[in-house]
């Protein structure tokens, strides 16, 4: 059965209409009309099922049947503070890839030899949604707006904080380092590195280096290795 999205569904919900975007995909792409049932989820837990109730492209009204609530039974949680690329397609594909593998958290964080220095987010929301559908994914991810490092490091309250900077020595790797269910905050710098004064003031606030593994990693790769290696750790 066919899944969409409506962040605003809650668990009363009697009838309700989907975005334009969305209710296009329904009907021109999916073929879906009248009468037929689809699931929506709303990225906080529920999984709902309707009925369409007409075949219009812009708002396409469904009746909800019924609802169901999948407590989020995980014992740790995942964050991963990234340094946007200035290729935006490789970041969007990091942001794809991590809410299908499981992430609780992304915030974009400007550093020294970050490439890009602003960043719209809205498109960010829009594949993160489409990544939950795809991978049935039931809570959608948090994602912070672009802030300086320092901000960033001075207000991290994970028990667990790491930063992806030495790749040389693999006894400092992330899977030596890190510890079954806990809360994490990975911090992964942009093709440039983090400098010396960014490392040196997160580790005043705790922040661990960390290895990611042996060869170099595009800034989008490291993400993404970081979060499967956590998701693994706690899946043994």
């Known amino acids: ?19 334009q975007e969305e209710s296009r995909h329904c009907v021109k792409v999916l073929r879906f009309s009248n009468g037929d049932k689809i699931s929506l989820i709303n990225g906080k837990g529920f999984i709902f099922q ?32 990234i340094a946007p690329t200035k290729n935006m397609d490789r970041i969007e594909w990091f942001v794809e890839k991590a809410t299908e593998i499981g992430i609780d958290k992304i915030s974009f964080i400007k550093t020294r030899h970050s490439e890009r220095k602003h960043l719209k987010t809205t498109r960010i929301h829009n594949i993160i949604q489409s990544a939950l559908k795809q991978s049935g994914n039931l809570y959608l991810p948090e994602i912070t707006e672009l802030i300086e490092f320092k ?45 010396e004064e960014e490392v040196a003031l997160a580790q005043v606030q705790g922040f661990d280096p960390v290895s990611l593994g042996k060869t170099r990693l595009r ?14 750790i706690n899946q043994i």
């Open 1 to 19: 059965m066919a899944t969409f999205f409506k962040e605003d569904l809650e668990e009363n919900s009697k009838e309700i209409t989907l975005s």
């Open 50 to 81: 309707g009925e369409l109730l007409n075949n219009d492209l812009k708002k396409l009204k469904i009746r909800i049947d019924q609802s169901q609530y999948f407590n989020k039974e995980q014992s740790y949680r995942i964050h991963i503070a």
């Open 151 to 195: 901000n960033f490091v001075e207000m991290v309250t994970e028990e667990e904080r790491f930063i992806a900077y030495v790749p040389e020595n693999p006894n400092n790797s992330l899977i030596k380092k890190s510890s079954k269910k806990k809360t994490y905050c990975i911090l992964v710098g942009p093709e440039g590195g983090f400098s």
């Open 219 to 232: 800034t989008e790769t490291a993400g993404l290795y970081a979060c499967s290696i956590l998701n693994i």
